[in-house]
């Protein structure tokens, strides 16, 4: 048997450092997108764990994740994300992946670049004529999205861009259910005493953001409280069009110093949007859970790694990864099927950031 591929032996075979390799896979601290994809390209070429089945090709365009001996034809997936480093998307993926591969389907993903979707171009290693299915990650951009259902070819979104509410998508979309957790989180804090609550997130980054800020504001209104709007942060830094998590937390910093009186509760659109708040509370002395409650949504690893742990909602990726596949395979063998929108359902898991301690 060979030796198992460790982290030096990537490093080693690129002539970096170790740290800087262990910052590529574990997605941690500051790196060049292109150093960042180069190492994750040897870690798969060298067959480092879970990379095996990603291989980047060039930039912007990954190789097959999926062949099969009885393969019936192509299922792509499109994403402008690089998404192995979230093992909740990889989950959902791998549920779907293999599904697919029972029933004879290959799955290839392109990574779309933020300039082809502004181009409004589709990836030039994208096949229509192979492709029996199409399904739809991090794709927020509405012109992009109508394009891509224009195709003629089944689609499926994970989620779906905001503008999508004025003209619909004509796909099958899926989301997790966050009106039933949020609702049921609100009401357990007004049943601690803590009824000024606040919501986090920019709610016109995607249309599952807007649905739990208005979840939210349903949940409030249901409770018999008022939506402190002071409280609600929901946007990103101006005058940058692809923010990331060092412009967002300088937009939560100038924010959270403008409220003059927070509120005992901040819940946030996703867990990531939380962990950020959370680094920017610290920075200023805010102490969580001390001085103020903290949720999130979606229950990614990173909650159970942060100081304190993430109260969250948690969403079974499984169950989200069996749910697109049968909506997928059911529009690909009836085209004609009415379009649908599905919800997975979700719980509610608390932790130290409410006070929960967990040990």
């Known amino acids: 048997m060979a030796?198992?591929?460790?982290?030096?032996?990537?490093?080693d075979a690129l002539g970096v450092s170790r740290n800087t390799v262990s910052k590529a896979i574990n997605n941690t601290g500051i790196l060049a997108d292109a150093t960042r994809e180069k190492i994750l390209k040897k870690a798969a070429e060298m067959g480092y764990k879970q990379f095996t089945q990603f291989i980047p090709a060039v930039p912007g365009r990954m190789a097959p994740l999926l062949t099969g001996p009885d393969k019936k034809g192509e299922i792509v997936l499109f994403t402008t994300v690089f998404w192995a480093k979230n093992s909740y998307v990889s989950t959902l993926v791998e549920t779907f992946q293999k599904k697919l591969s029972k029933q004879g389907y290959g799955l290839t993903m392109h990574r779309i670049l933020h300039e082809e979707v502004d181009r409004m171009e589709l990836p030039r290693a994208f096949d229509p004529e192979r492709t029996s299915g199409i399904i739809c990650f991090e794709?927020?951009?509405?012109?992009?999205?109508?394009?891509?259902c224009s195709l003629g070819i089944p689609v499926l979104f994970t989620d779906a861009p905001v503008g999508s509410m004025g003209a619909p998508l004509p796909a099958d979309v899926i989301y997790a259910d966050d009106r039933s957790a949020i609702c049921a989180f609100v009401k357990e804090?007004?049943?601690?005493?803590?009824?000024?609550?606040?919501?986090?997130?920019?709610?016109?980054?995607?249309?599952?953001?807007?649905?739990?800020?208005?979840?939210?504001?349903?949940?409030?209104?249901?409770?018999?409280?008022?939506?402190?709007?002071?409280c609600c942060i929901l946007g990103n830094k101006e005058g940058v069009r692809y923010p990331d998590s060092n412009d967002y937390q300088d937009y939560l910093t100038e924010q959270l110093r403008s409220i003059k009186s927070l509120p005992e509760v901040f819940i946030c659109a996703n867990d990531f949007v939380a962990v950020d708040l959370l680094q920017v509370m610290k920075k200023q002395k805010i102490s969580v859970p001390a001085d103020l409650y903290l949720c999130g949504f979606d229950d990614a690893p990173e909650t159970r790694m942060v100081t304190p742990s993430l109260t969250t909602v948690h969403v079974d990726s499984e169950s989200m990864g069996a749910t697109a596949f049968h909506l997928l395979l059911s529009r690909i063998e009836d085209p004609s099927l009415a379009f649908r929108t599905v919800y997975v359902g979700t719980t509610l898991v608390f932790r130290d950031s409410t006070g929960d301690f967990s040990g």
């Open 3 to 11: 030796n198992r591929v460790t982290i030096q032996d990537i490093a």
């Open 139 to 148: 794709l927020f951009d509405d012109r992009y999205c109508q394009m891509v």
């Open 189 to 230: 804090m007004a049943l601690r005493g803590k009824t000024k609550i606040g919501f986090v997130g920019d709610h016109l980054h995607s249309l599952s953001f807007f649905q739990r800020y208005m979840s939210y504001r349903t949940a409030m209104l249901l409770a018999g409280l008022p939506c402190p709007e002071d």
